[in-house]
């Protein structure tokens, strides 16, 4: 009696070095708009009024945050600057594998994340590595009344693990193949 397996897997496209060059250019590109918008909201937005964006769907404010989302755990700052190197170090690994476009950028987009926040904490006031992070959109309220206040580092970290679970989900694997279900048992 033979088994019929109940997943195929599809033949890899791309290369890793597509995948690495996506990925650091991901990543990069994410560094520098959050820094550039970190620095134009510490110098602009911090000393004037907040920015009414899309109807007041948006606003830009100033924020710093010395905790984890929702401002959570803020006595603990030093903690999350290793939590970020150990991130970090995690992508590298996994990137090593990867020939998918789709995980290089989400891969990316979570290395952006974490190095830009990295960066408040290690860079900004009060001290190196307990450093609080810039953050500056707030939905509908000028005041964050609705909703924790975020950065682009934030977003991107956000879009990432998004498309990750995503591409889990849907059978794209890292390597590039696709896992499929086929004739799979309605019991099991």
Do not use: C
Request: charge should be neutral.
């Amino acid at each position: 009696m033979t088994t019929q397996d109940d997943t195929t897997t599809t033949t890899p496209r791309g290369s890793r070095r597509k995948a690495w060059s996506l990925f650091g250019a991901v990543a990069v590109v994410v560094i520098g708009i959050d820094l550039a918008v970190k620095e134009w909201t510490t110098s602009v937005i911090a000393h004037g009024d907040p920015v009414k964006l899309f109807g007041g769907l948006i606003y830009v404010i100033y924020a710093r945050n010395s905790g984890a989302a929702f401002s959570m755990f803020s006595d603990l700052t030093w903690v999350f600057p290793i939590i970020a190197l150990g991130v970090i170090g995690w992508l590298l690994v996994m990137v090593r594998t990867t020939v998918s476009v789709p995980w290089a950028v989400a891969l990316g987009l979570v290395l952006g994340g974490a190095a830009g926040n990295l960066g408040d904490r290690i860079f900004r006031a009060p001290k190196p590595f307990h450093g609080h992070v810039v953050d500056m959109f707030s939905f509908l309220d000028d005041h964050a009344g609705h909703f924790p206040v975020f950065n682009i580092a934030d977003s991107a970290l956000t879009i990432g693990v998004a498309l990750a679970i995503l591409l889990e989900f849907t059978g794209r694997r890292r390597d590039g193949a696709r896992v499929t279900g086929k004739d799979a048992d309605p019991d099991a």
